[in-house]
């Protein structure tokens, strides 16, 4: 069965509980020099998206395979995400997410070529007109193709980005 794009309005204090569980669970785990952030649509006030949350770990290069081990403790992999040297995606359990939240962790290294979420939500933070085009891209997607929806989404990022 293919995955399916799907806007969905999630109560607003659903996911800053989980949110917040999220990030309180990681700094309990991670080292000072490793920074948690929340990434996404719920990320930017405006946007619309699938009711998931992301959360975005950032580590020093020379600290990436530790930080990494330390995850790997607490969370799974997910095997449907790149995993190489500077870049691996996590599930979160449902242990936070009473709501059947998609939640998820991506931990890249700072300053390494995965680490475009805060320069584009800082984009779309500060133009009312890229926050629309965006959740007009995501309302062409509802109820598609989830690997659709990624690549135009990656392509939109990329445009958005580059200038």
Do not use: C
């Amino acid at each position: 069965m293919t995955e399916r794009f799907e806007i969905r309005a999630i109560e607003p204090s659903l996911l800053a509980g989980a949110r917040d569980a999220l990030l309180a669970r990681l700094r309990a785990v991670l080292p000072a020099w490793a920074e948690a952030i929340e990434v996404g649509s719920t990320a930017v006030a405006g946007v619309i998206g699938k009711g998931d949350i992301d959360v975005l770990v950032r580590v020093p290069t020379d600290r990436f395979a530790e930080a990494r081990a330390l995850l790997d403790r607490t969370l799974e992999r997910n095997p449907n995400q790149l995993s190489n040297a500077i870049y691996q995606g996590y599930l979160v359990d449902s242990e936070l997410d009473a709501a059947e939240l998609d939640i998820a962790v991506q931990l890249t290294v700072a300053g390494g070529p995965y680490d475009d979420f805060e320069a584009f939500l800082a984009l779309l933070r500060a133009d009312p007109a890229l926050r629309e085009a965006y959740n007009d891209l995501k309302r062409r997607h509802d109820g598609g193709s989830m690997e659709a929806y990624r690549a135009d989404k990656r392509a939109f990022i990329e445009a958005a980005l580059a200038g």
